[in-house]
């Protein structure tokens, strides 16, 4: 297997490239691939940096973060273990983000989600992708860019080391793989073609579903606190109160999870919840003789909900807005943010 060893042209690839793994100009990161040395280089990028790293003659690391933007988000697993870069693959897909996993240039393995050429702002993508790491129980892996934004005291950042590195290529490493296999992909090229780029919109989908909130605003956890204040402390929100009396036609599965998120907030013991959803399950009215949600799958919702720490309201969901209530405080709260 060959970097640069394919139909596209030499021009093709550098610019293919660069759409993904391009951040500060100004700099770059590099290392010995003998003793593993890392080192900074105060030089432009330059499509000669990045043939010099397709060819195998110099690493070239990519410093994503600029201007609180950044094209792309890195998890680093540092350990010879398929099922971490996995678990967060299906993690991030359950949110809608596509995630691509690269063997890195040791033993490990590294996770990407990339976005538009616009970039996303590093500080969504940071809490976002660190709420994933804590639901999967690696919370202490590294993030790539490693701060929200750069000051006096992070004037670059931290580079990560960008991928296909020519040299490393035939060793099957810096190379990204399928993740049924974790056997590399025969073109990276096709590969990266085909990739799929997330929007900062989703990530703002997630935050505000889920009610996150960053290390700055008091640690990675649900904005429930205020929110629940506005909402009569542990009542139901208008649209939960709709749902729950009057049963659904449609979306029975994603009112069922958003019911249970709700009674969880409550305190209501997790067979409680089933108990009452259950109950709920007989109000609703699916169309075209479709039957009303199995018991299997509200034991399912009810889990998910219950296992993870999903606080948000859902207020964007489809299965959710025909049941809002503009007078309800979270609305306001909403707009006002
Ligand atoms: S704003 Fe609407 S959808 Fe959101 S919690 Fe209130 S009633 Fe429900």
């Known amino acids: 297997m060959d970097a ?143 701060q929200d934004f750069l000051d006096q005291r992070a004037c670059f950042g931290n580079f990560i080391n960008a991928p296909l590195f020519g040299g490393l290529v035939p060793m099957k490493k810096t190379v990204f793989v399928d993740p049924g296999t974790f056997d590399p992909f025969p073109d990276q090229w096709d590969f990266l073609e085909s990739v799929q780029r997330a929007n900062e919109h989703l990530l703002d989908e997630i935050i505000e579903m889920n009610g996150l909130r960053s290390a700055n605003e008091g640690g990675l956890k649900p904005k429930n606190d205020t929110t629940e204040q506005r909402t009569s402390g542990h009542s139901l929100p208008p649209c939960a109160q709709r749902i729950l009396t009057n049963g659904v036609s449609h979306f029975q599965r994603v009112s069922c999870f958003r019911l249970a998120v709700h009674f969880k907030r409550m305190g209501l013991p997790y067979d409680i919840t089933v108990a009452a959803l259950k109950t709920w399950a007989l109000k609703n009215t699916p169309p075209n003789g479709k039957g009303v949600i199995q018991d299997s799958e509200i034991l399912k919702q009810t889990s998910c909900a219950y296992d993870h720490g999903y606080k948000g309201y859902g207020c964007n969901d489809p299965a959710i807005k025909p049941f809002c209530d503009p007078n309800c405080p979270v609305n306001e709260w909403r707009k006002q943010r």
């Open 4 to 146: 640069l060893q394919t139909k596209r042209s030499t021009a093709g690839k550098v610019q293919l490239f660069s759409s993904f793994f391009s951040g500060l100009q100004n700099a770059y990161g590099t290392y010995d691939p003998v003793s593993g040395r890392s080192w900074q280089v105060k030089k432009l990028v330059t499509e000669k940096t990045i043939l010099d790293h397709l060819r195998g003659k110099s690493p070239y690391g990519v410093y994503l973060l600029v201007e609180g933007r950044t094209r792309a988000i890195v998890t680093d697993f540092d350990l010879a273990d398929y099922s971490p870069p996995h678990e967060f693959m299906s993690r991030a897909k359950h949110y809608g983000l596509p995630a691509y996993i690269e063997a890195s240039k040791s033993k490990g393995f590294h996770a990407w989600i990339f976005f538009g050429q616009e970039g996303a702002k590093a500080s969504k993508a940071r809490l976002v992708v660190k709420n994933i790491l804590e639901e999967i129980g690696y919370s202490d892996t590294e993030v790539f860019p490693k």
